[in-house]
């Protein structure tokens, strides 16, 4: 009877320890439109895959691709608040807007498409971030003036999963053509970074987690102690009676 008592205390307790370990999590949607820290243009003079000038936007002819140079734009975003590893990414937007194709010091045409690159980022220009991006996705440019969505939900997660200070995105054409994005002579710069997410609250025992926790520990010293207190009832008893057959 006493085994059973006991491994019903050592159940008692791994089952309260179990919920109490346990995590009690919520999840919070959020939306965030975040800014760019940092908006600036490269250029590679000598199309070989390396940028090496950079250019503000206020001075930039825009995104280009021409057989012996390539201009591409770029925004870095600080994602140090609010984001934590606790967050997870449902949606990230990479918004800006077509300005103008009437470049006149190229005057090469619409590129038709134009793709965007995701990189780890610094929070500062640097040529040497033309190389670095890695294809994300792309947007068809038909002539006018609107808005530009790309995609960057994936890379954006594994950004925050990785806990990166800063994402960064190029801009580049995909084809031979100029197009001019915002900032382009003074105009507004429109780019945003616009995140969906679930924000997944820290691990927390329930209040009636922590009283089954400690009420089952409760039963478990109890039965200890009652368990102790017939061992040393019996271990007289046993000895008496050997006595008595000798």
Same mark, same amino acid.
């Not at 134009?114 to 990189?119: D, K, P, Q, R, V």
């Not at 929070?123 to 947007?139: I, K, M, R």
């Given at each position: 009877?006493?085994?059973?008592?006991?491994?019903?205390?050592?159940?008692?307790?791994?089952?309260?320890?179990?919920?109490?370990?346990?995590?009690?999590?919520?999840?919070?949607?959020?939306?965030?439109?975040?800014?760019?820290?940092?908006?600036?243009?490269?250029?590679?003079?000598?199309?070989?895959?390396? #940028?090496?000038?950079?250019?503000?936007?206020?001075?930039?002819?825009?995104?280009?691709?021409?057989?012996?140079?390539?201009?591409?734009?770029?925004?870095?975003?600080?994602?140090?608040?609010?984001?934590?590893?606790?967050?997870?990414?449902?949606?990230?937007?990479?918004?800006?807007?077509?300005?103008?194709?009437?470049?006149?010091?190229?005057?090469?045409?619409?590129?038709?498409?134009?793709?965007?690159?995701?990189?780890?980022?610094?929070?500062?220009?640097?040529?040497?971030?033309?190389?670095?991006?890695?294809?994300?996705?792309?947007?068809?440019?038909?002539?006018?003036?609107?808005?530009?969505?790309?995609?960057?939900?994936?890379?954006?997660?594994?950004?925050?999963?990785?806990?990166?200070?800063?994402?960064?995105?190029?801009?580049?054409? %995909?084809? %031979?053509?100029?197009?001019?994005?915002?900032?382009?002579?003074?105009?507004?710069?429109?780019?945003? &970074?616009?995140?969906?997410?679930?924000?997944?609250?820290?691990?927390?025992?329930?209040?009636?987690?922590?009283?089954?926790?400690?009420?089952?520990? #409760? &039963?478990?010293?109890?039965?200890?102690?009652?368990?102790?207190?017939?061992?040393?009832?019996?271990?007289?008893?046993?000895?008496?009676?050997?006595?008595?057959?000798?």
């Amino acid at each position: 009877m006493s085994n059973l008592y006991h491994k019903i205390a050592i159940a008692s307790v791994c089952t309260a320890l179990g919920f109490a370990l346990g995590a009690n999590e919520e999840a919070y949607s959020a939306t965030f439109s975040l800014q760019p820290t940092t908006a600036f243009a490269v250029r590679d003079s000598n199309s070989d895959g390396l #940028g090496d000038l950079l250019i503000s936007l206020e001075n930039t002819i825009g995104i280009r691709k021409a057989a012996q140079v390539e201009d591409a734009e770029f925004a870095e975003f600080n994602l140090s608040f609010p984001f934590t590893p606790n967050t997870v990414v449902n949606s990230a937007v990479f918004y800006t807007r077509i300005a103008t194709f009437e470049v006149s010091e190229v005057g090469i045409g619409n590129p038709g498409s134009l793709g965007i690159f995701g990189y780890v980022g610094n929070g500062t220009a640097e040529t040497s971030d033309f190389e670095a991006g890695t294809f994300l996705s792309s947007v068809n440019t038909p002539f006018g003036t609107y808005d530009l969505a790309f995609d960057v939900t994936q890379f954006l997660n594994q950004r925050v999963r990785n806990a990166d200070a800063f994402a960064g995105f190029g801009i580049r054409a %995909l084809n %031979l053509g100029n197009v001019a994005l915002g900032g382009y002579r003074g105009t507004p710069i429109a780019t945003r &970074l616009i995140v969906e997410t679930d924000i997944v609250a820290e691990p927390v025992p329930e209040p009636t987690t922590i009283f089954g926790s400690a009420l089952a520990l #409760g &039963l478990g010293g109890w039965l200890k102690r009652k368990k102790s207190s017939q061992q040393h009832k019996t271990t007289p008893m046993r000895l008496i009676y050997g006595l008595t057959r000798v």
